[in-house]
Antibody, heavy 126, light 107 residues
Framework: EVQLVESGGGLVQPGGSLRLSCAAS????????MTWVRQTPGKGLEWVAN????????HYVDSVNGRFTISRDNSKNSLYLQMNSLRAEDTALYYC???????????????????WGQGTMVTVSS | AIQMTQSPSSLSASVGDRISITCRAS??????LGWYQQKPGKAPKLLIY???SLQNGVPSRFSGSGSGTDFTLTISSLQPEDFATYYC?????????FGQGTKLEIK
């Protein structure tokens, strides 16, 4: 069965650090871009960061740029999110997602998140 | 960042109803848009990509339309399992941005 399993969440004080992991199984991990998405309690979804198949390209939402680092280890089928200088507003459920690319006419392509983990909760509080 | 605005924020409907949810982008995004369904305590599920393409395994009562700035998700005949929260997501540019969600409730 193809699945993503996140781990590493927990309670951390403001200014602290945490490293999230996402273990992928059942598919060729290195074939896909991967993304972290978070959801604040009772609120909506926020795209956080993504990383190219070989790790050579990364993108971040402004609110985490410079504090969070996304990385991957294709030999271990794993995705990571190093979170530093954590703030109360980073409190959320963090999902790991697989990006599937669909190709259309004329060289067009479309990305979508076709596989999600169950999420790992991060709470930033003193 | 591109802002995605969904309407309505919540919607009450009955089983068998036809409903539509709209998503408006703050600038043109071609048809680089997906729709996701989320049930309480569960991860979101991909329904539609490229504005109108149905993800494998998703019932045909779900459909998407639109291009540019205005998009619509339509459910042709609501089933009990469709009551959930729906989100749009643009994949035109970085950072990717979600709409704020539309909660679909049973009337």
């Amino acid at each position: 069965e193809v699945q993503l399993v996140e781990s590493g969440g927990g309670l951390v004080q403001p200014g602290g650090s945490l490293r999230l992991s996402c273990a992928a199984s059942g598919s060729t991990f290195s074939d896909y871009w991967m993304t972290w998405v978070r959801q604040t309690p009772g609120k909506g979804l926020e795209w956080v960061a993504n990383i190219k198949r070989d790790g050579s390209e990364k993108h971040y939402v402004d609110s985490v740029n410079g504090r969070f680092t996304i990385s991957r280890d294709n030999s271990k089928n794993s995705l990571y999110l190093q979170m530093n200088s954590l703030r109360a507003e980073d409190t959320a459920l963090y999902y790991c997602t697989r990006d599937v690319t669909h190709y259309g006419p004329g060289g067009s392509y479309f990305d979508a998140f076709d596989l999600w983990g169950q999420g790992t909760m991060v709470t930033v509080s003193s | 960042a591109i802002q995605m605005t969904q309407s309505p924020s919540s919607l009450s409907a009955s089983v068998g109803d036809r409903i539509s949810i709209t998503c408006r982008a703050s600038q043109g995004i071609r048809n680089d848009l997906g729709w996701y369904q989320q049930k309480p305590g569960k991860a979101p599920k991909l329904l539609i990509y490229a504005a109108s393409s149905l993800q494998n395994g998703v019932p045909s009562r779900f459909s998407g339309s639109g291009s540019g700035t205005d998009f619509t998700l339509t459910i042709s005949s609501l089933q009990p399992e469709d009551f959930a929260t729906y989100y749009c997501l643009q994949d035109y540019s970085y950072p990717r941005t979600f709409g704020q969600g539309t909660k679909l409730e049973i009337k």
